[in-house]
């Protein structure tokens, strides 16, 4: 229990004091079937008005572990060229919790065999914490009062994203303002929103009736160490995902995803992890559900292979 809470206690002072220098984000297992999350000009890309419900409950061994629920839209508009999307978000650890508005909006063009696209996302987070979730050594502090603070800063995020039938190839970048996140006290260093640094690299191979897709995610945020997820996904029958990822310096994650009908999915993924957090905070779990609807009566660019 001591090792839970100090690992608690570490994690909300790396996101709290040092929030321009630690990885802020929400993390998702799942993101290669959901990459608006990562970047805006992923929006509208799939040809389809399409929804996301996700729900992670990260380290479940561990006392005020992270939790994350996040709602997604996104569509194509009528001039075919223009995609939009929204995000609503509210990400918990211990004492603090944010959430948050997204909007985004991309311009699409043709470009070599698939279409490359430029993406912008504007958006406000209000970042809570509750003071008197804490156990404070020195009844003394200044924090020490019992009360909730609250504090609502905006984002600018930018992204790019080309994509094919069968191939994805996206940069995005978030809180490119480093918006305000907390005054600290005593002559302290101000806590700021951290630029992130997203990459996603997805191929599909058809064989019959299978479908192979490696993927890779390269994340990082600034004066924190980047982590590459390396994995593979195999779709069956058109309806039956499976897939297995390596994530550097924690351990692995096991995913699936069935297509109940051609409009609605559901997913889960499992992560295990091998280092010492992951150890002492046993496994994550995430949870999605997906409905797309052909508003426009167009034909998807990636129907399931991405």
Known sequence: MLMKRIFLFILFIFTLLKGSYAQQDAQYSMYMFNNLALNPAYAGSREVLGTALIYRDQWTGMQGQPTTASFSIQ???SKKNVGVGAEIISDRLGPQSINAILFSYAYRLNFLKGKLALGLRLGMYDYVTDWSKIDYKDKTDVYNTGNRSSKITGTGDFGTYYYTRTFYWGLGWTHLNNGKIADVA??????????????PIGKAFETGSVVLNPNLLIKSAKNAPSEIDLGLNVLLKDRLWLGFSLRSGYGMVLLTQFLITDKMKVGYSYDHGTNQIGTIGKGSHEIMIGYDLNVHGTKMLMPRYM
């Open 75 to 77: 569509s194509p508009l």
């Open 186 to 199: 005593a002559g302290g260093p101000l806590a700021k929103q951290s630029v992130h640094f997203f990459m």
